[in-house]
Each structure stands twice: as C-alpha cells, then as structure tokens.
C-alpha cells in the first residue's frame, strides 16, 4: 500500500512539530520537579511572569519551531543550504534542552545563564539561515528569539539578586 502524497507531507509535517514538543517534554522532566522545590525559593526581578504562563508560551514556540523547520526541509531538494540549516536547528534545539538540565537539574543559575547566550547565538544564526531559504520559516522564529531575549535577560536578573556568581545550590 502506497502512502499518498498528501498523507506523506502531513506526517512529515508532524514529525517535525513532534520533535520540539519532545525535546519541550524532555525539559520538563528536569523543570516540573525543581519549580516548588528550589526555583521558587529563588528572588526573582519585578518583571518575572508568574510559573504558568511559561508552559503555554514554550509550547506555541515549539510548534512554531516545527512548523519553520517543516518549511526548511521542504526545499531539500532545490536549495543545498537546507542541510546546514537543519543542522544549526538541531544544534539550537539540543542547547534548548540543555538550559532546562543546567538550571533546573543542575540548579546552577550561571551556566544556565551561560548556555542561554549561547543559544541566543544559534537560534539568531538559525533564523538568518532559515530566512535565507524561506523568509516565512525565519519570520516564525521571531517569537522565539524575543522569548529567549526575555528568557536570558530574566536569568541574569535572577543571577543578581540570588548568590552572585552562584554555581550550584542544593
């Protein structure tokens, strides 16, 4: 039985919304126990959202991160920039994970705040990658890169009214 055209591209299309939606859920296993247990013992800035708003929030984004990625891989066959396009995505999407390990598994505020810059960098460079093979797959990253902005500047800000240069904290 021969899968229809159709079909095929909505199951790649789910493939690539799936991906960012595990790696979210993969977070959440080291985020959900650490928020009563320590992340809410933290000072935090007078602009910090309240803990619900940011399940929601990153679960749009990773679907706009698929939808984007999705876009990217549409053009393999006729752009040859999609390969490393798709790499620097996977990149971002690893240190994506990552930051949820470092500061909530690890509790460690400053590497958060470190692998948070880096992945600044990726997701930056991941958009002008994207943007360069489709202005619509860049142009849905947007959100995502004003969140972590805000996300990095949050971190900092909580990197300075807890013990300054912090590492790790039981």
Known sequence: MQISSRLKTLLTLAGFVLLPLLVGAIGA????????????TLTKPWFAPPNW?????????????????????????IDPRV???????????FLNLLWSVIFFGFRSIIGGFIAIVLLWVLIVVTI?????????AGMLLVPYIAWVTFAAVLNFGILQLNVPFMIMTK
């Open 29 to 40: 296993f080291f985020t959900t126990p650490a928020i009563p247990i320590w992340f809410a």
């Open 53 to 77: 708003l940011f399940a929601p929030a990153w679960t749009v984004l990773y679907f706009l991160m698929g939808a984007a990625s999705f876009l990217i891989y549409q053009k393999r066959e």
């Open 83 to 93: 390969d490393g396009a798709l790499k620097v995505y996977g990149l971002q999407l």
């Open 128 to 136: 002008w990658r994207f943007h360069r093979i489709s202005p619509t």
